[in-house]
């Protein structure tokens, strides 16, 4: 008996987590439309979802904000600001405004490249301060992840979900068998005391 309820309680607890996840897309069996039940709360799961990583993203905020206009990063920025400058005032400049390009020399085109850099350090962690001030609006950061998970569709949630917990589920169901296996050892002991 303590054997056979083990297994009753593994098969039983299977059975339910199986069909938390299983079917992915409906199915009607006897006229009863059967989904996991995963999959049947998947706008559900994933508003929490979306609400969850944005309450994160918005704790942060500061933070991130700092990060990306860190003197750091701008200045790994800046030698491929510097290289589109060269090029304008050395290609552009001449092509566009060829008479302006006449009294440009080596000299000048390199003195106002120079002015150009050092403005450009001084506006540009404003700049993406502001930037991402802006973007981390709730509402705006809100659709953008929700969107990018609803282009991913519902199924590879539920795939990754599923992968994530399934040794969570293997603990439950051996949970499960030894709970079976101690009720059918106190169910034989009770019926043996009073048989």
């Not at 993203?57 to 920025?77: G, H, M, P, Y």
Request: aromatic share 10%.
């Amino acid at each position: 008996m303590p054997v056979v309820a083990a297994i009753a309680s593994w098969i039983c607890v299977s059975l339910i987590i199986y069909f938390v996840c299983h079917p992915k897309h409906p199915v009607k069996i006897f006229g009863i439309k059967i989904q996991g039940l995963l999959y049947v709360r998947q706008a559900q799961v994933r508003e929490l979802l979306v609400n969850n990583i944005v309450q994160q993203v918005l704790s942060k905020k500061d933070t991130l904000v700092q990060s990306v206009a860190s003197e750091k990063n701008i200045e790994r920025l800046m030698p491929h600001i510097e290289t589109h400058i060269q090029e304008f005032l050395t290609v552009r400049v001449p092509l566009e405004l060829p008479m302006i390009a006449m009294f440009l020399g080596d000299k000048t085109t390199h003195q106002i490249k120079e002015v150009f850099m050092k403005e450009l350090r001084s506006l540009f962690p404003q700049l993406l301060t502001q930037y991402f001030t802006t973007l981390f609006d709730e509402k705006k950061l809100h659709e953008l992840i929700s969107s990018q998970l609803s282009a991913s569709s519902g199924t590879i949630m539920g795939i990754v979900f599923e992968k994530s917990v399934r040794p969570l589920f293997f603990r439950i169901k051996l949970y499960a068998f030894i709970i079976g296996l101690i009720a059918g050892c106190l169910l034989t002991f009770v019926l043996n005391l009073f048989a």
